[in-house]
């Protein structure tokens, strides 16, 4: 199932998000920040590079959660992403896709020159995201991730005419 774009809302992340956000990153697979992190990360210059997406058409007891979110950091000329995550059951219907947009929207506005993220190795379809966004990967970081350990897929996008 796919969810038009115009059904999916984009907002800023604020601390009244974080624990939906925390909840999600412990489902996902992702290093683990925690709160404590995320919070911090709010209150620095990147916080309006920290999304979260709702569906606007989702049932009443679902309507108030959060679907996904991404979180990226600027600095000097580079945009990192560092957190992409969509709830299990909202998967596959363009949440990431349109959180990663967003992001490549705003990077393009600070004048970013590059991209780069890591991905676990074992992660296709995510890896199959960021292909499809023009990411391409570099590298390789052998055991990266923990928990369980995996190597990770280091990927970098350049914005053209830079």
Do not use: C
């Amino acid at each position: 199932m796919t969810a038009a774009p115009s059904q999916i809302i984009i907002t800023r992340m604020t601390e009244h998000d974080l624990l939906e956000v925390v909840e999600i990153e412990e489902t996902s697979g992702l290093s683990r920040w925690g709160w404590a992190a995320y919070y911090a990360e709010l209150q620095g210059p990147n916080r309006d590079l920290m999304l979260i997406a709702r569906l606007a058409s989702s049932p009443i007891i679902e309507h108030q959660r959060i679907a996904g979110y991404i979180v990226a950091r600027e600095s000097a000329g580079e945009l990192h992403i560092n957190n992409v995550a969509v709830r299990e059951q909202f998967r596959r219907r363009g949440i990431g896709s349109l959180l990663l947009g967003r992001i490549m929207e705003t990077a393009q506005r600070l004048k970013v020159q590059v991209a780069f993220l890591e991905v676990r190795s074992g992660n296709e379809a995510a890896q199959a995201l960021y292909e499809k966004t023009g990411f391409k990967a570099i590298a390789r970081r052998p055991d990266y991730y923990s928990d369980p350990k995996e190597d990770a897929v280091v990927m970098s996008l350049t914005f053209g005419g830079r």
